[in-house]
């Protein structure tokens, strides 16, 4: 299902004044695609996921999964929180793991946050751990894994469900380059073989070879248009 | 509760930590729950073990607080009592705390005195020159059945020992004839029999007040005269007060270590909820992992203050009984977990946009 962020604006209250921190962004991201959003620290980068993943709501414009809409400046937490749940995949700069659980549990987390059976999605779990290439780790805790070991599991974990939209938040950002090179390669792949729309940020275009898009951000709007490769 | 559960294997060491603390404090609320029974029983056993309902004071004044040393009731008294519609007994009880010897030993009684023929004293009143001893009593003074001892410096023998342990101010209980008490333990007689108060068996339809007022007697119920004895009330705010610091001190304890907890996983928290958990599924898990320490603990504490309690039945005066454990433990759970919940409820103020931060 396509991504839409439609004429997007968020302003911040900043002191006396406001920030308008994504300033009427429009951008479509086809589903099965990656588009990377490069910018320079400050450019609006991070607040545009946050608008996309229902973290924060938009002073304007609105969200939209296919034709539907999802976000608005009026949706309520627990909405946000449920498209959160049910169609959205996030990917965080940090992996963000939960550190009691194991690397499999940690993708069975989101079958129990949707009240079923985490044993329910244990087949799809495995699938997804063997699909970046940490099968063998299932049990093991984040803290008995490397950096770029705990950012393949954030991803698997993003990933189950088969979220219609997956959100990747500098997924490259703690990694050297040939191993940043190879988490984008991973993510592009999974988010084609399973038709997911994927917005990806970074700041480092070295690493984006393998991404369908790019599209640069400056002061909150986006400079250059879409332009799938 | 997915997350909480693997919590407490994974920090299970904080876990052990708090949960020691709550076994150690549940055991002391336990036992002390059980002292304070077991005093109050041998503050007052005398009374409250009575087959009767009501107590009729006869107080100086009528405003007067009712008290087993001051109180006196006379013949007239207690023969008025036994025609007031809906008693079904009303029999004088002579009250005295005096000395009884025997083979040169002398130990602190309670002397009741009984008409012949009343229900009062277990297995039958004494008979003139004769006493009823309990256990308790005749292992203190080393006398059976048969036996001879002095109450007061009256001269009596012991028909029976009964096993009631009935005690009054701590000390036991010697049951004699009401002509016999007179020697000892009436006080300002004019000269007619009198008793201390008037024990009544009421069929709950007995006008108590308009009866008092006729008869010029305070009458409480059974329960409320255990405040006539003197030392009860002292004693037993003491061990309440205690037990009271106690349970607020757990529930203090309880809301510190998970309001510490909680701020150190404030960031798994927004994670969670940056990957959709509901504020509800958050509270839940968090509530539902404080109440398994808190009834794993206060179950375990419980259990040991229990086990040490009737160990320690011979030797100190502890009553074990559900109302001295599962009441107390189940307090400490509650309150305990509003500790908790007023700790845990920062989650519903943690932002999913904190997940966005690199940690």
Same mark, same amino acid.
């Not at chain 1, 894994?145 to 974990?157: K, N, P």
């Not at chain 2, 005093?39 to 007067?64: C, E, I, N, Y």
């Not at chain 2, 009271?244 to 928290?269: H, M």
């Not at chain 2, 990957?275 to 509800?280: D, E, P, Q, V, W």
């Given at each position: ?229 | ?50 087959? #009767?309902?009501?107590? =009729?004071? !006869?107080?100086?004044?009528?405003? %007067?607080?009712?008290? @087993? $040393?001051? &109180? /006196? *009731? ?65 292992? #203190?003074?080393?006398? =059976?059945? !048969?036996?001879?001892?002095?109450? %007061?410096?009256?001269? @009596? $023998?012991? &028909? /029976? *020992? ?65 405040? #006539? ?131």
């Amino acid at each position: 299902m396509d991504l839409h962020l439609n004429d997007l604006t968020l302003v911040y209250p900043d002191g006396d004044a406001v920030l308008t921190a994504v300033d009427g962004v429009t951008l479509h991201v086809p589903a099965g695609t990656t588009t990377a959003l490069l910018g320079p620290s400050g450019a609006g980068k991070s607040s545009l996921l946050a608008v996309a993943a229902g973290l924060t709501r938009p002073t304007s414009g609105n969200v939209a999964f296919g034709e539907q809409v999802v976000l608005t400046s009026s949706t309520s937490r627990a909405d946000a929180t449920r498209v959160r749940l049910e169609r959205v995949g996030i990917v965080f700069q940090a992996p963000q793991l939960i550190a009691s659980l194991t690397a499999l549990e940690q993708i069975e987390l989101h079958a129990h946050l949707g009240g079923r059976r985490p044993a329910s999605v244990r087949d799809e779990a495995m699938q997804l751990l063997d699909a970046v290439g940490l099968a063998e780790q299932a049990h093991r805790r984040p803290a008995h894994l490397s950096g770029g070991q705990r950012q393949r599991i954030a991803i698997a974990r993003a990933l189950v469900g088969r979220p219609d939209v997956l959100l990747v938040d500098e997924p490259t950002s703690a990694l050297d380059h040939d191993r940043g090179t190879l988490v984008v390669e991973l993510l592009t792949s999974l988010a084609h073989e399973l038709g997911a729309a994927t917005l990806l940020i970074s700041h480092d275009a070295s690493t984006l070879g393998s991404v369908d898009a790019t599209v640069r951000i400056v002061d909150g709007r986006l400079a250059e248009a879409d332009s799938l490769v | 509760m997915f997350v909480a559960l693997r919590e407490l294997r994974y920090a299970r060491g904080r876990f052990a930590l708090i949960s020691a603390v709550v076994v150690l404090v549940a055991a002391l609320v336990t036992f002390l729950s059980a002292l304070t029974a077991g005093l109050a029983r041998a503050s007052v056993s005398a009374l409250t073990d009575l087959p #009767a309902d009501h107590l =009729a004071f !006869g107080m100086a004044a009528h405003d %007067d607080k009712p008290d @087993l $040393t001051s &109180s /006196r *009731v006379t013949r007239d008294q207690w023969e008025q009592w036994s025609w007031v519609s809906g008693v079904r007994h009303a029999e004088p009880l002579g009250v005295v705390t005096t000395r009884a010897s025997a083979h040169g030993t002398t130990v602190a009684v309670t002397a009741l005195g009984v008409r012949a023929g009343s229900m009062l004293a277990p297995g039958g009143a004494p008979t003139s020159g004769h006493v009823v001893l309990t256990q308790r009593g005749a292992m #203190a003074l080393g006398v =059976a059945g !048969g036996d001879g001892l002095a109450i %007061d410096g009256v001269a @009596l $023998t012991v &028909s /029976r *020992v009964v096993d009631d342990d009935q005690q009054l101010a701590h000390t036991p209980v010697v049951w004699v004839w009401l002509d016999d008490w007179q020697t000892f333990g009436a006080r300002d007689g004019d000269g007619g029999p009198v008793a201390t108060v008037v024990a009544l068996d009421t069929d709950g339809s007995a006008m108590l007040p308009a009866a008092d007022a006729r008869v010029g007697t305070t009458t409480v119920p059974i329960a409320d005269a255990r405040s #006539a004895v003197s030392s009860f009330t002292a004693e037993n705010l003491s061990l309440t007060t205690m037990q009271a610091f106690l349970v607020a001190i757990s529930a203090l304890i309880v809301g510190a270590f998970f309001t510490v907890w909680t701020i150190g996983r404030q960031g798994d928290v927004a994670v969670l909820k940056a990957l959709g958990a509901s504020t509800r599924y958050l509270l839940r898990d968090a509530l539902g992992q404080a109440a398994l320490v808190l009834v794993g603990a206060v179950a375990v504490g419980t259990a040991l203050a229990a086990a040490a309690g009737s160990a320690l039945a011979d030797v100190m005066p502890v009553l074990v009984s559900p109302a001295t454990t599962v009441a107390p433990a189940a307090l400490l759970v509650v309150v305990g977990l509003v500790g908790a919940a007023a700790a845990i409820a920062r989650i519903t103020r943690t932002d999913p946009h904190a997940a966005l931060a690199a940690r």
